[in-house]
C-alpha cells in the first residue's frame, strides 16, 4: 500500500498573543510579553535581586544588548524605572469587577 504524501507546511511566525510591552531607553526599545513575566521574577525585584529579574523579563539577548550598551551599574536605576513604568500594573491583564 503507498505511503501517503507528506506536504511540508510552511514555517509562519506566529502572530503575537499577549501583551507585548515596549521600553524606550536611551535610543533604543527592549520588549517584552507582559503577560509571561513570572511570579519568580516579580518576587526577585520584591527581594532586590534586580539584575536577574530583568534578566528574566526582557530575555539573556536583550540584557546582553543592555549591557553592552550601558555597561556602568550608575544607569541601572533608570533603566529599572523605565522597565516598571512602561509594564504598568503587571498582574493586571484587563481591569475586572470581580470581587
Do not use: C
Given at each position: 500500500?503507498?505511503r501517503?504524501?507528506?506536504?511540508?507546511?510552511?514555517?509562519?511566525?506566529?502572530?503575537?498573543?499577549g501583551r507585548?510591552?515596549?521600553?524606550?531607553?536611551e535610543g533604543?526599545?527592549?520588549?517584552?510579553?507582559?503577560?509571561?513575566?513570572?511570579?519568580?521574577?516579580?518576587?526577585?525585584?520584591?527581594?532586590q535581586?534586580?539584575l536577574r529579574?530583568?534578566?528574566?523579563?526582557?530575555?539573556?539577548?536583550?540584557?546582553?544588548?543592555?549591557k553592552?550598551r550601558h555597561?556602568?551599574a550608575?544607569?541601572?536605576d533608570?533603566?529599572i524605572?523605565?522597565?516598571l513604568g512602561?509594564?504598568g500594573?503587571?498582574?493586571n491583564?484587563?481591569?475586572?469587577?470581580?470581587?
Amino acid at each position: 500500500m503507498p505511503r501517503p504524501a507528506i506536504k511540508a507546511v510552511e514555517d509562519s511566525e506566529p502572530e503575537p498573543v499577549g501583551r507585548i510591552v515596549g521600553v524606550d531607553y536611551e535610543g533604543h526599545t527592549y520588549t517584552f510579553d507582559a503577560d509571561e513575566v513570572t511570579l519568580d521574577a516579580l518576587e526577585d525585584f520584591e527581594n532586590q535581586k534586580y539584575l536577574r529579574a530583568i534578566r528574566a523579563i526582557i530575555g539573556a539577548e536583550q540584557w546582553a544588548e543592555y549591557k553592552s550598551r550601558h555597561p556602568k551599574a550608575v544607569e541601572l536605576d533608570r533603566f529599572i524605572s523605565a522597565l516598571l513604568g512602561a509594564a504598568g500594573a503587571l498582574g493586571n491583564s484587563e481591569a475586572s469587577s470581580a470581587s
